[in-house]
């Protein structure tokens, strides 16, 4: 289907629920983190990442095979959401999946920079954003970080990546680079949004609901990292415009405290959600255990919504929240074991709700 035409969310979403009834459960997780690499290859030609099992069994093995498996098969349902949706949905939709654009940049720039084979850097792409193929092999074959920052020109990313690439030329460091991709990425999210005459029940105006809450959650995890490491670098420059929680220059008065930080966290719209992970943050001082919380509480806000507007854009983008974190979950799972961790160890990684 096309960005033309009326919506078609009811068609949208009967097809993602039948797809959401496919992802994994937590019954699945409890069998995978007991299993070898093998093991755990084996069990998902039982599922529905059989095709591409099969497909890329010959030329791959181990957590290589899991992990290209896993790329494809993400991509291949994301673009099955772009050819079933109509009109503004279609846009929406299209709209968010530029984060895997972000994804294959942010890809391209680590493995130029620590010497990966093209071919390698080729698997890691995730081909669900707009980038087209002939741009992601030029990409995967840039001879430096200039080239890739060249080849950018003319995407949404070309602006902020001309300023960060001067200062990884002082610095030699990715974070510059990878910190403008990602706030490009969120800052464009809301393009084509009058929030003035947005009406907050409307297909437009639920979707903002969500990337809300998405760039929120993206700021409070950067003002806790900033603030746990107690860093010189400037919060304005990790701020992250578009969500309700922070105004423009607040994060670099709550940065200086941690504690009072995390005490206007607690008692924001989201101190409820995040309640749990707060209190092991304090207590605990474990900064992964509480962006976890994070991670969960996205997808626990995207479901409420999704339940309460079951004929909105809300369904299509829980799914895909909920997909890309069982790609997370296996990942994480498989990269584990193939190090040695325990049973305990990596599912403390794990996020399932």
Known sequence: MSATGSSNPEYVNARVRSRRAALFAEEDYRKLVRMGTGEIARYMEETEYEAEMNDLGARHSGVDLIEFALNRNLAKHFEDMLEWADGELHALIANYLRKFDAWNAKTAIRGVYSGTSPDDIEGD??????????????????????????????????????LAYEEFEEQSVLVPLENAIDKTFYEHLLDDVNMVTLNQYSPKGLYV??????????????????????TDLDPEEYYIDGGKLFKEGQLRQLVGSFDDLVEYIRDSSYGDELSAGLAE????????????????????YSDTLSHSHPVSICSALSYILAKEREIENVRAIARGREVGLSVEEIEEELVVI
Do not use: C, H, K, P
């Not at 609901?209 to 107690?230: C, K």
């Open 125 to 162: 792409f995730i081909r669900a954003g707009e980038f087209d193929d002939q741009l992601l092999n030029s990409l995967a074959n840039a001879g430096s970080i200039e080239e890739i920052v060249e080849l950018l020109d003319g995407t949404i990313f070309e602006e902020g990546l001309e």
């Open 209 to 230: 609901e969500v990337l809300q809450a998405e760039i929120d959650f993206r700021n409070i995890r950067n003002a806790l990292r900033l603030s746990r490491t107690g």
């Open 281 to 300: 943050l304090e207590s605990a001082q474990s900064l992964s255990a509480f962006e976890q919380a994070l991670d969960a509480a996205l997808l626990e």
